[in-house]
């Protein structure tokens, strides 16, 4: 186990009754470092989690949170984790100073570093103005705060947070991403979601999850790379389909083209190119020189389907 490492998986399987919730998955993650794990629902990224978070036993492989066996020495493991589960389970019938309060006591704080870091962690998460406020009374919002400042009472060295936006409207989710984002550093935070823009910009890196596996870990931006290879561009222009279909078969840097009939005397152009270049500059001055009219001119954007689409196809088409 290396110092730099909080979080090891090697060869981890859980099945449940003769279903493979998660199969012989293996990653780890650096202190400090914001991670996503990234799938549709029944992906395995909430067994995942419950593993780490010493809620689950495994049915194999190995588990460890800062050099912890999760198993082995799950009272220590416990003491460095912050956890919240997916459905947030709050005392609703509790105030919000109150409640953190009561969960710092039941972490092991002891009663003047509890009211300190009740303080501490409502100004970290936004909650001081709502502080005497009944938990059942708040918004969503609010309560996804509430349960981010529970997982952090405790000052844990890593934190896991299961689909934290989920149920959140856009002002919401943008808040607690930010909040997200500014706990990288100084903890380490694993993060479950299914929305793509979401691990964008909140994560450093993403383990992608489907069925049970790991199919890809990277960061989002060298995933993007790996999906721009095969991206298209999206031109409507109006000039003559033979004109149109001549051009893109002469230009070198065009893998494949498709050209179909758009509203008017407008044609969809859908130009895919070769080694992920990003034709647009090309395609406008093209545009320009030979007089056409052009009124739309797009690089397609990728969503998680075609990440699994393209990270699964080579094990697809080996069988």
Known sequence: MSDDLMIEVAGLTKRYAGNTAVSDISFTVR???IVG?????????????????????????TVRVAGLDVFAQSDEVRRRIGYMPENNPLHLDMRVREYLKFRARLKGLDRQKSRQRADVVMEQCGLTEVG????GQLSKGYRQRVGLADALVHEPELIILDEPTIGLDPNQIR????????????HTVLISTHILPEAEITCHR?????????????????????MSSHSQ???EIAAPAEELQECW???AEIEQFDVSPGEGEYFRCALTPRDGLDLRSQIFSLARERGWSLRELTRSRHTL???YVQVTRPGEEES
Request: hydrophobic share 40%.
């Open 249 to 251: 078969a002469q230009m």
């Open 206 to 226: 993403v383990v992608i999850m489907f069925d049970g596996r790991i199919l890809a870990a990277d960061t989002p931006e060298n995933l993007q790379k790996l």
């Open 305 to 307: 389907e075609d990440i």
């Open 31 to 33: 202190r400090g470092e």
């Open 175 to 186: 808040s607690v991403r930010q909040l997200i984002k500014g706990l990288g550093g100084k």
């Open 37 to 61: 794990l990234l799938g549709p629902n029944g992906a395995g990224k909430s067994t995942t989690m419950r593993i780490l978070s010493c809620y689950l036993p495994a049915t194999s492989g």
């Open 233 to 235: 561009v999206i031109a």
């Open 132 to 135: 005497r406020r009944i938990i």
